[in-house]
């Protein structure tokens, strides 16, 4: 899959949720990655190869032929944050608006003069180190070749969805569910803390000043009821009439509300608020965003003078983020708020529910992003998955963000999306920072609080642990806990687990006592609890492979305990087995053990062989690729034993099936002039090859790693198979999205019964860094076999990739592989169509309506067994004629119906007798039948 663009969006599910985009301070390499930064699109850039190789390619187009165009600069810059860790207080915002600026002014300073010499126009940000600047191809060229240039990106815009309204849920004793669900009245109640002395902020698209639920808390709002807005509100991008607060979208009101807002909305009613407006209306500027950034460390009057860094809030709540992924744009940003003591609270992202779906920001380490829960305390579908950056467990939190009343321009509303639930998280900690404020400004500890007194919640679907997790992270959100953890005496507890003398890592290390939590030992077996309520706890600690240990421990008030802890191993026995399937060994397979660490890999004969405690496990032997289907067996161990598999191989509706190849890769000797991006030429084959069982004397071969029967095809976002969208009809040895560079080529082979295709060390697109090698062999009775090497980087593995073949309509295919680790270095897979088959094609005339599906299933496995779900579905191309072909035993009775799924899911079956027919011993059977008739 390919970002040709940078992408960022509102994380709205049933709501907008953020904003993020043209990352001005993204790594070089993820600029490679996303724009393809060694790929030549447009007119590329006079000068050196890596100034060239630091534009982005959509820049190069902007400026082709005397145009001119908006692009980001962004510099090497370096740390200017050594003061600002040393200072305490509202003085480390102060060493950040001083140090880091100065440091940004000094980096800038040459490019500056350079662009006052050829009168561009330009804007620089001391927070990012990065400058807007507005040239032709010969600023660009110049502005690449200075050494202190990392990257130039293009100027895109960042568009936000539609907002969509949740449903009302019922108040708790006159408080919003969620508020109740955190705690937050307790803390009022019992600790008489609203969040009083505290500033927060949000980077949004503004807020309603006046708002009745608002009003009285904005830090602007003076004593005699008259208003000030400067260092209170900040327009970067002038929307607002006059200069004065405003919200013209409703989000950003919504999101202050649920912090600061009166009458039950809000987590922390106390805390004073002050507004930026980063986005300007359903489109945020990155100008308008860096523009926040800037002025959250030093409020300005409303002009954009007079910075005071002493008025800094204490919080800022950011409810956007960009596409999934990590793209370090924001980073500097986010990292100088972490320096000037203010917590940057973001949401996680509406991308879910697929793993590795967490948005930009959200995903950075230094970031605390929040995913969203229920009123049923059910994760919500489209909270976005971890891991973040550098593998880390994101979100870091879970808090309540389905179906939140809050406060919108002229009233309420309520709303749905990580929007909602990153803003308890940020009012929580006003309410920490109000209760203990020793506390304010150390970011450190109050992440460490909200982590050891998160509600654990148990999914590790997406990675992690039952304490910690990709869903999850720490767990539910609770205000009252974590205000209650730092006002109380507290203490420390770490420790080394190991056995046999080693580290153990993975071990869970579960406490009970005035808290109760679990987390797992890391790499070198060490544990800790940074912060614990003091009072004495039993700890228990297990890990797999080890009998469990437990003790007990106090904890005191300031003091560090610590329990080390040698765990004795368990009995155990070795499992040994070979897999099959179809009487071939499968090689590559793994094969695990349920709910255990324990995984091994079966060698290139199919065997395998592990060590196993006593006890009874469910073992899982699962396929590379989608030749056999994956098959579970009880196993209980008491003793050593074999247990060979034989695991069901598959096929689709025409009897296509795989195997592991036999035969080596073949190499090919004629070039195809084929080059560069999303390219296809034809080729005639020196032989009529069989593809569900039409035969083909021409083909186009596609840059793309794919063989096309019907037209050329240059689609570069792969898909699973079948699906009856373009392309169609065609084999799929490596579907990605490649490029053909000088270093690689695409080649054919011809004998009198082979035809090879050869994709010889292709890149993928946007990264050189990562190679791959296919050989594709085309045999006479349409057997085909798919040959890989010269694999380099991940992708190269198949974990973007497409690797199968398909039917002309789209209907029947056989995916060996789909977005998953199924080739390595020297392996290979052989596609057999059936053997002893005719060849079957049904053909309806049926009249539908926009919606429905025409189906045929029947008495004989290859047409479902009657079972609906697996009947096979008709090609509309010829419509009112459906069509499908299949494979079908000869000599065979066969009954079967034809049927319409509707738009409901529910099934019309034909009206009239069941359809017989009994196949013939050789050719076709064909059918021309109406629906019902």
């Given at each position: ?8 969006a509102f994380?709205a599910?049933t ?14 390499q ?26 982005a ?11 001119t ?7 090497r810059g ?5 003061a ?10 102060t060493?950040?608006y ?5 440091g ?5 300073a040459?490019l500056?003069?350079?662009l006052g010499?050829?009168?561009a ?11 807007r ?23 895109d815009?960042i568009?936000l969805p ?7 849920q019922a108040?708790?004793?006159s ?5 109740d ?22 980077v949004d698209?503004g ?19 008259s ?10 991008s ?8 405003c919200?013209?979208a409703?989000h950003?009101t ?10 039950g909305i809000?987590v ?11 986005c ?29 860094p ?10 956007w983020?960009?596409g999934s ?10 990292n100088?708020?972490v320096g000037?003591?203010i917590?940057?609270?973001?949401s ?18 230094a970031?605390?992003?929040s995913?969203?829960f229920?009123v ?18 994101k ?29 308890h ?11 203990a ?12 609080i ?7 919640t148990?999914?590790?679907s ?15 959100l ?11 005496p507290?203490?420390s507890?770490?420790?080394t687990?190991t ?15 005035p ?5 797992t030992t890391t ?5 800790r609890?940074a ?8 700890v ?8 469990t ?11 560090s ?25 499968i090689p590559g ?13 079966s ?15 469910e073992?899982?032997a ?6 056999a289907?994956?098959t579970t067996r009880?196993l209980?161990v ?7 598999l ?5 096929s ?9 190849a036999?035969?080596g890769?073949?190499?090919g000797?004629?070039?195809?002039q084929i080059t ?27 840059s ?15 898909t ?5 969208t ?21 080649y054919t ?25 296919v ?11 798919y040959r ?15 690797i ?9 295919g ?5 977005l998953t680790?199924a ?5 290979g ?13 049904f053909?309806?005339?049926a ?9 045929v ?11 609906p779900?697996?009947?096979v ?7 009112p ?6 494979s079908?035993?000869?000599n ?13 899911g ?6 009239t007798?069941?359809r017989?027919?009994v ?5 076709q059977?064909?059918?021309?039948d109406?629906?019902?008739?």
């Amino acid at each position: 899959m390919r970002l040709r663009s940078w992408a960022a969006a509102f994380g709205a599910a049933t709501v907008m949720t953020g904003v993020a985009g043209a990352p001005p301070a993204a790594a070089a390499q993820g600029v490679a990655a996303a724009q393809g930064a060694t790929v030549a699109h447009g007119n590329a850039v006079q000068g050196d190869s890596a100034a060239h190789h630091k534009v982005a390619a959509k820049v190069k187009t902007q400026v082709a032929n005397g145009k001119t165009a908006s692009f980001w600069v962004m510099l090497r810059g370096g740390d200017g944050l050594a003061a600002a860790r040393a200072a305490k207080g509202k003085a480390k915002a102060t060493a950040v608006y001083r140090d880091v600026r100065a440091g940004a002014n000094r980096d800038q300073a040459a490019l500056r003069t350079l662009l006052g010499k050829r009168k561009a126009k330009f804007q620089a940000y001391w927070i990012a180190d990065t400058m807007r600047v507005t040239g032709d191809a010969g600023t660009l060229a110049a502005v690449a070749a200075r050494p202190e240039v990392k990257a130039v990106l293009p100027d895109d815009p960042i568009r936000l969805p539609a907002v969509q309204a949740g449903a009302a849920q019922a108040e708790v004793q006159s408080v919003e569910w969620n508020i109740d669900r955190i705690g937050a009245p307790r803390v009022w109640s019992e600790r008489g803390d609203t969040g009083a002395g505290i500033v927060v902020a949000n980077v949004d698209t503004g807020v309603q000043f006046d708002h009745p639920a608002l009003a009285a808390n904005y830090r602007g709002r003076n004593a005699d009821g008259s208003v000030s807005h400067d260092y209170n509100w900040y327009d970067p991008s002038h929307t607002c009439a006059d200069n004065l607060p405003c919200d013209n979208a409703g989000h950003g009101t919504h999101t202050m509300g649920t912090m600061a807002g009166a009458d039950g909305i809000g987590v922390a009613p106390g805390a004073k608020w002050i507004a930026a407006k980063g986005c300007e209306t359903n489109s945020c500027s990155i100008g308008a965003l860096l523009a926040a950034g800037q002025w959250i460390v030093a409020p300005t009057d409303r002009a954009g003078a007079n910075p005071r860094p002493d008025l800094a809030p204490d919080v800022v709540n950011n409810s956007w983020g960009g596409g999934s992924g990590f793209d370090p744009w924001y980073s500097e940003v986010v990292n100088n708020w972490v320096g000037a003591g203010i917590f940057p609270a973001f949401s996680n992202g509406n991308n879910g529910p697929i793993c590795g779906s967490s948005s930009t920001p959200g995903s950075y380490t230094a970031t605390y992003a929040s995913g969203v829960f229920d009123v049923n305390n059910t994760i919500a579908s489209f909270s976005s998955r971890g891991s973040g950056q550098d593998g880390t467990v994101k979100p870091d939190i879970a808090a309540p963000g389905v179906d939140v009343r809050s406060s919108i321009p002229g009233g309420y509303g309520v709303y749905s999306g990580t929007s909602m639930a990153s803003p308890h998280t940020a009012a929580t900690v006003a309410l920490i920072w109000a209760a203990a404020p020793a506390l304010r400004h150390d970011i450190a500890a109050t992440r460490e609080i909200l982590d050891e007194t998160a509600i654990d919640t148990d999914d590790t679907s997406c990675g992690g642990t039952a304490a910690d997790n990709n869903v999850w992270g720490q767990g539910k959100l609770d205000a009252y806990a974590a205000v209650t953890l730092a006002v109380s005496p507290a203490g420390s507890l770490s420790g080394t687990v190991t056995g046999a003398g080693f580290p153990v890592s993975g071990a869970t290390v579960t406490i009970a006592g005035p808290a109760s939590k679990s987390l797992t030992t890391t790499a070198d077996g060490g544990y800790r609890y940074a912060r614990l309520l003091a009072g004495n706890y039993h700890v228990r600690i297990t890990a797999f492979g080890y009998d469990t240990f437990e003790g007990d421990v106090s904890i005191t008030g300031g003091g560090s305990a610590r329990l080390d802890a040698a765990l004795t191993t368990s009995a155990s026995a070795l499992i040994n087995g070979l897999l099959t399937s179809g009487g071939s060994p499968i090689p590559g397979a793994s094969v695990a053990l349920t709910g255990t660490p324990v995984s091994v890999t079966s060698d290139s004969g199919g065997h395998y062989r592990l060590a196993v405690p006593l006890g009874s496990y469910e073992l899982v032997a699962r396929p590379a690729g989608g030749c056999a289907a994956p098959t579970t067996r009880p196993l209980t161990v008491t003793g050593d034993q074999t247990l060979d598999l034989d695991l069901p191989l598959l096929s689709d509706h025409y009897g296509y099936t795989c195997a592991a190849a036999t035969e080596g890769y073949s190499e090919g000797s004629q070039q195809l002039q084929i080059t560069g991006d999303d390219s296809s030429i034809a080729v005639t084959l020196p032989f009529s090859f069989p593809l569900y069982g039409v035969a083909h004397t021409q083909a186009w071969v596609g840059s793309n790693g794919l063989i096309a029967f019907d037209n050329a095809s240059t689609s570069f976002s792969n898909t699973t198979l079948p699906l009856n969208t373009e392309p169609n009809n065609a084999l799929y040895p490596f579907w990605d999205d490649l490029y053909i560079d000088a270093a690689a080529g695409v080649y054919t082979a011809a004998t009198a019964d082979t035809f090879v295709v050869e994709w010889r060390n292709v890149m993928f697109f946007g990264d050189s860094a990562q190679r791959v090698s296919v050989s594709a062999i085309l045999h006479t009775d349409g057997t085909v076999t798919y040959r890989y090497r010269g694999l380099i980087g991940e992708r190269a593995t198949g974990t973007s990739a497409t690797i199968g073949l398909e039917n002309a309509g789209g209907t029947d295919g056989f995916a060996y592989a789909y977005l998953t680790n199924a080739v390595a270095d020297g392996s290979g897979v052989t596609m057999h169509p059936p053997a002893n088959r005719i060849a079957a094609t049904f053909n309806v005339t049926a009249t539908t309506v926009w919606g429905q599906n025409v189906y045929v299933v029947g008495s004989i496995p290859e047409l479902g067994q009657w079972d609906p779900v697996r009947a096979v579905p008709l090609s509309a191309a010829t419509y009112p004629v459906w069509s499908a072909s299949l494979s079908l035993p000869p000599n065979t009775p066969v009954e079967f119906k034809y049927l319409i799924k509707n738009t409901d899911g529910s099934w019309t079956w034909e009206p009239t007798p069941n359809r017989t027919t009994v196949t013939p011993p050789t050719g076709q059977y064909i059918t021309h039948d109406t629906f019902g008739s």
